[in-house]
């Protein structure tokens, strides 16, 4: 389905027209089903009669490699199992992501923040958003909590872009990522450090730590950095609600782009911030392309449709996100939006994100600091110009040129 022309933050307008349940033919010709309703979508991610499991599922987009999914899930490539094996990595994985330990990195998110807007104040305009700021922050926050040298960076962001780009085979771009990581979890039995693959190694074995480690990786530096990317040229798009960034609006603390032990401020401003940002999750919705999706172990009613044993049911998550019956006046950006907090953009259920509150530290910091740093920051090209990820499965821009 195609976007509309001139308005790249809307989901194609098709979706909007079907039904909360509507069949869908995968391109290996099963035929399953597309889940554009918000209440259909929540049935189906908490109900444990719909499976994660790989070798179960149909892809809703045309794959050049399906990557063995015919086949089950390796081990630690828990994201697409079920409990009771999903059970077992999460709980190991939980400890590493609590909200506790998620904010006690926030002093360093600043300082990393506010180190790349040095850099671009000394390099001047224009920039390249996404090279200077949207993509280095959350790799490198993620590669510290990993304990992946950054001096790496450039290699797994390209392996990492081209594994999720929808008309790319994949495979080689996998088995380097896969060889890189094993080796490194193999350093980290004879060379621990305190990072979280250091942490797990007594728990799990090579292979299980591998996947982990590539699972983390991938999606805790691409996702966020097209939100940071996507987003900022939203809000630079709807200046009127860029103010609420910019601490215009919010009437809460700043502290300093260097940061430190307070963050983000206190009060109402917080606050402010911090629905904003769901707001944006929710309006952008950048996992656009069927995903995820769920397959039925058994005959399963939802929003009134019968889901037969083995058929597939795809998310599209832009379509579920603007559902009208939840969310009103849906297709406007409102960053006081009081029930954007309930996006499913992280998803439902036990398969809900890991990264969820480190990602959301990441673009609360990301976008406030960037706003307030260079106020007057705008598009270096016409917006027309600016080059969306169409064929990714990560939606976002390959760039974005600004000067302030």
Same mark, same amino acid.
């Given at each position: 389905?195609?976007?509309?022309?001139?308005?790249?933050?809307?989901?194609?307008?098709?979706?909007?027209?079907?039904?909360?349940?509507?069949?869908?033919?995968?391109?290996?010709?099963?035929?399953?089903?597309?889940?554009?309703?918000?209440?259909?979508?929540?049935?189906?991610?908490?109900?444990?009669?719909?499976?994660?499991?790989?070798?179960?599922?149909?892809?809703?987009?045309?794959?050049?490699?399906?990557?063995?999914?015919?086949?089950?899930?390796?081990?630690?490539?828990?994201?697409?199992?079920?409990?009771?094996?999903?059970?077992?990595?999460?709980?190991?994985?939980?400890?590493?992501?609590?909200?506790?330990?998620?904010?006690?990195?926030?002093?360093?998110?600043?300082?990393?923040?506010?180190?790349?807007?040095?850099?671009?104040?000394?390099?001047?305009?224009?920039?390249?958003?996404?090279?200077?700021?949207?993509?280095?922050?959350?790799?490198?926050?993620?590669?510290?909590?990993?304990?992946?040298?950054?001096?790496?960076?450039?290699?797994?962001? !390209?392996?990492?872009? +081209?594994?999720?780009? #929808?008309?790319?085979? *994949?495979? &080689?771009?996998?088995? =380097? $990522?896969?060889?890189?990581?094993?080796?490194?979890?193999?350093?980290?039995?004879?060379?621990?450090?305190?990072?979280?693959?250091?942490?797990?190694?007594?728990?799990?074995?090579?292979?299980?730590?591998?996947?982990?480690?590539?699972?983390?990786?991938?999606?805790?530096?691409?996702?966020?950095?097209?939100?940071?990317?996507?987003?900022?040229?939203?809000?630079?798009?709807?200046?009127?609600?860029?103010?609420?960034?910019?601490?215009?609006?919010?009437?809460?603390?700043?502290?300093?782009?260097?940061?430190?032990?307070?963050?983000?401020?206190?009060?109402?401003?917080?606050?402010?911030?911090?629905?904003?940002? !769901?707001?944006?999750? +929710?309006?952008?919705? #950048?996992?656009?392309? *069927?995903? &995820?999706?769920?397959? =039925? $172990?058994?005959?399963?009613?939802?929003?009134?449709?019968?889901?037969?044993?083995?058929?597939?049911?795809?998310?599209?998550?832009?379509?579920?996100?603007?559902?009208?019956?939840?969310?009103?006046?849906?297709?406007?950006?409102?960053?006081?939006?009081?029930?954007?907090?309930?996006?499913?953009?992280?998803?439902?259920?036990?398969?809900?994100?890991?990264?969820?509150?480190?990602?959301?530290?990441?673009?609360?910091?990301?976008?406030?600091?960037?706003?307030?740093?260079?106020?007057?920051?705008?598009?270096?090209?016409?917006?027309?110009?600016?080059?969306?990820?169409?064929?990714?499965?990560?939606?976002?821009v390959e760039s974005l040129p600004v000067t302030w």
């Open positions: 389905m195609e976007r509309t022309p001139g308005c790249p933050f809307d989901p194609p307008p098709a979706l909007a027209k079907l039904a909360p349940m509507a069949r869908l033919d995968y391109p290996d010709g099963h035929v399953g089903w597309l889940a554009t309703g918000y209440e259909a979508a929540r049935a189906v991610l908490s109900d444990p009669r719909f499976s994660s499991r790989q070798e179960l599922k149909h892809s809703a987009v045309r794959m050049t490699s399906q990557f063995g999914q015919d086949r089950p899930a390796p081990p630690g490539m828990f994201a697409t199992t079920d409990p009771p094996e999903h059970t077992r990595y999460r709980r190991l994985l939980t400890g590493q992501f609590t909200v506790r330990r998620m904010r006690l990195l926030e002093p360093r998110i600043e300082q990393i923040t506010a180190d790349h807007l040095d850099a671009m104040a000394a390099a001047g305009p224009p920039v390249d958003l996404v090279r200077a700021y949207a993509l280095p922050i959350p790799s490198l926050v993620i590669c510290e909590l990993l304990g992946v040298p950054y001096e790496d960076h450039h290699f797994f962001q !390209e392996q990492t872009a +081209r594994l999720v780009a #929808i008309d790319e085979e *994949g495979v &080689p771009e996998l088995a =380097a $990522l896969v060889s890189y990581l094993g080796e490194l979890v193999r350093r980290k039995r004879t060379e621990p450090g305190d990072d979280l693959i250091s942490g797990l190694t007594d728990d799990l074995d090579d292979e299980e730590l591998t996947n982990v480690a590539l699972i983390l990786l991938v999606a805790g530096h691409e996702t966020t950095a097209n939100m940071l990317g996507l987003g900022v040229f939203a809000l630079l798009e709807h200046p009127e609600q860029r103010a609420l960034f910019s601490g215009e609006s919010t009437g809460g603390g700043t502290g300093s782009a260097a940061g430190g032990g307070g963050g983000e401020g206190t009060g109402a401003g917080a606050s402010a911030v911090e629905g904003a940002v !769901e707001e944006l999750m +929710r309006w952008l919705s #950048i996992l656009h392309a *069927g995903a &995820p999706t769920r397959v =039925a $172990l058994e005959d399963v009613e939802v929003a009134g449709e019968l889901v037969r044993k083995g058929e597939t049911v795809a998310l599209s998550l832009p379509a579920i996100n603007r559902d009208p019956s939840l969310f009103t006046d849906p297709d406007e950006l409102r960053l006081d939006r009081a029930e954007a907090r309930r996006h499913l953009g992280f998803g439902h259920g036990v398969h809900q994100c890991l990264g969820q509150q480190l990602a959301r530290i990441e673009m609360r910091i990301g976008y406030r600091r960037l706003f307030e740093r260079f106020p007057g920051l705008r598009l270096a090209v016409p917006a027309s110009d600016v080059p969306l990820k169409e064929r990714s499965g990560v939606y976002g």
